[in-house]
């Protein structure tokens, strides 16, 4: 690894020193350790308050759909699923109570449901998602 001696100088004075960051196994050309950034928030801290954000948490494609959708939570395994389809005007259309796959995933099939922009709210896992669809 290479680092810069005075970064607050310009061209060759920086000091530019290349393969000269030793670690103790004296491998000189990759990190001396890779931090685990998915540990998350200190129990107590200021970020614990922090959620992850839904679209981690959900996936929900295609959108637009035609005729299936598929909802991918990452869930256990057989975690009970249940979905509802609210047009524009707040009128539920369609609900479904699915399992999830071993892909962590269900699948709604939208056969009879009219082309528009609907509202999709899904529970599953103690947890409420809710997503815009546009059917096509």
Known sequence: MSYIAYPNKRGVDAGLCQLCFHTQNNNALSPPNMPNYELGALK??????IGKLQSERIVIYPNPVSSSVYVFIPLPMNTKLKASLYDMLGQRIATW????????????????????MYTLRIEAGGERYVSKLVVE
């Open 44 to 49: 107590g801290s200021s970020c614990d308050t």
């Open 97 to 116: 109570n699915e399992i999830l796959n071993s892909k962590q995933e269900a699948e709604l099939k939208l056969n009879h449901v009219a082309i528009g």
